[in-house]
């Protein structure tokens, strides 16, 4: 055993981080003190460990037994590992605390990661990553866009400070952190433009977006350099200084004119008609792409089997330890209102959350690339939602769920228990009228924008694994890497 591990507070802590009322204050126990008590560093490492990528290279039923043992990971476990992220709620740290608007939780944090990063193996924990992961969420923002649309000076000034020495590296990832449209939740119908904030902005283009002058002259220096941006627009063609000047930022404009020379900088009219024409221009392009993002693209609306994804022991396996957190726990039947299931999520499961994650994107994710055709160097699949479902035909309980879509640009279903174990079930295709059945391990992949709806189970329990995944763009890991975890 590691002297001194602490196993068990970082397993207190890391049921915390899966529930959004404790996250915060587990967040603020481990990394209060990092400088000056050696038992917080012990504790993020074996938090790293339990999560780590390399989790799924390992057989699930010995990822259990380790979880479950008295042992303590030491540094080894952490060796060659890299892409070490501590997720809470099934996100980086750092993004969680920068969504709830929180700048002194970010800071907290960043500066335990940072401390962190220097003690273990060299390049184990990418502090880039922690920051400019778009991966992750479902709007595209990384940690600092939401530093950036949250006015938090204070963290900016320090990711900087701390990210300096890589500056080369981190110009290249922050020009290609860019968000997704981020549109009000109304129907296509009654959606306008001016209700979708546009996709494709970088830091730099929020920053001049909300007249942010301190961050936009933060960002345009090292290690950011964004000012390499300046002529590129987001999804709309809107440049950082048109972005500037259609919000009426006037100190941020005049800053930013005075550094882009270029005819159509210089020549770009502030007169209020000019302005007034190109908001129409962007918001019926912003309205007409958002309404076409609705439908499955063609390529994307057959659904495929995958046969074999997991074995019938490594669903057993995960199914043991489902029902060892849903006897604990219960199971959820109140997260999606629209259209609610009796499940739970992947990241409560904590013993085999990393398992569950890395082995979906080691086997699933490359047959959905080359099924699909969704590039592999420059696009990357990443979990919008993870989660098990439970339908069974008994009373008091959901057997079946309507017709709908998932709004993901991929949804796909893995069956966990033997099919023998219930009659009726499968996923029912409204366009087709088909009823698609699999096997215990399979998996059965489509566009998240068809129609569709879980069949009544008419005996027995039909127990899933459901993921929604989104096709973002690569901003990390190489081409074979594991996906975002």
């Given amino acids: 055993m590691t002297p001194g591990c602490d196993r068990e507070e970082a397993r207190v802590l890391l049921s915390q981080l899966t529930e959004f009322a404790t996250a915060p204050g587990a967040l603020e126990a481990l990394f209060t003190g990092f400088e000056t008590d050696a038992s917080r560093a012990r504790v993020l490492r074996q938090l790293l460990a339990w999560q780590s990528p390399a989790q799924a290279a390992r057989a699930v039923h010995d990822v259990v037994a380790a979880f479950d043992a008295d042992d303590c990971e030491g540094e080894e476990a952490l060796a060659g590992a890299g892409g070490l992220l501590l997720l809470v709620m099934g996100k980086p740290a750092l993004l969680f605390a920068t969504s709830l608007y929180d700048e002194e939780l970010a800071l907290l944090v960043w500066r335990g990661l940072t401390r962190f990063a220097r003690q273990v193996t060299t390049g184990a924990l990418d502090l880039a990553r922690q920051a400019l992961d778009t991966a992750f969420d479902s709007h595209g923002f990384c940690a600092l866009h939401y530093a950036v649309e949250a006015h938090m000076p204070a963290l900016l000034e320090a990711v900087a400070r701390d990210l300096l020495p890589d500056a080369s590296r981190v110009a290249q990832l922050s020009r290609r952190a860019t968000t997704q449209d981020v549109a009000l939740p109304v129907g296509r119908n009654q959606v306008r433009g001016r209700d979708v904030a546009s996709g494709g902005c970088t830091l730099l283009h929020l920053a001049a977006r909300k007249g942010e002058r301190a961050l936009t002259e933060l960002l345009v220096a090292p290690p950011f350099s964004l000012a390499s941006v300046l002529t590129s627009g987001d999804w709309d063609g809107s440049t950082p200084l048109r972005l500037a000047r259609l919000h009426g930022r006037d100190d941020v404009a005049a800053f ?10 210089q020549a770009g009219s502030e007169d209020p008609d000019a302005l007034a024409a190109l908001r129409l221009e962007r918001d019926a392009h912003a309205r007409d792409r958002y309404v076409a993002s609705l439908d499955a693209p063609p390529a994307m609306q057959q659904a495929f089997t995958f046969p074999g994804v997991w074995s019938a022991r490594e669903c057993a396996h995960v199914l ?9 726990h219960g199971w959820c039947t109140q997260r999606h209102a629209a259209h609610p299931t009796t499940d739970m999520p992947c990241h409560r499961v904590v013993p085999i959350e990393s398992w569950v994650r890395g082995s979906l994107a080691a086997r ?13 160097a420059s696009k990357q699949i990443a979990f919008r939602e993870l989660f098990y479902v439970k339908y069974e035909a008994r009373r008091g309980e959901r057997a079946e769920l309507g017709v709908h879509c998932d709004g993901s640009v991929l949804s796909f279903n893995v069956l966990l228990n033997p099919a023998s174990e219930f009659a009726g079930g499968g996923t029912f295709f409204e366009a087709t009228g088909e009823t698609v059945r699999i096997a215990q391990g399979d ?40 996906e975002a975890a």
Avoid: C, N
């Fill in 256 to 265: 930013l004119l005075a550094l882009d020379a270029s005819p159509d900088a």
């Fill in 364 to 376: 699933l994710f490359p047959l959905l690339h080359a099924r699909y055709a969704i590039p592999r």
């Fill in 443 to 482: 998996a059965v992949a489509h566009s998240g924008k068809v129609r569709h709806a879980g069949a009544p189970v008419l005996d027995g329990r039909r127990l899933l694994l459901v993921g929604f995944l989104d096709i973002v763009d690569r901003v990390f890991g190489r081409v074979g890497d594991l």
């Fill in 320 to 328: 043991a330890v489902l029902d060892r957190v849903t006897r604990a």
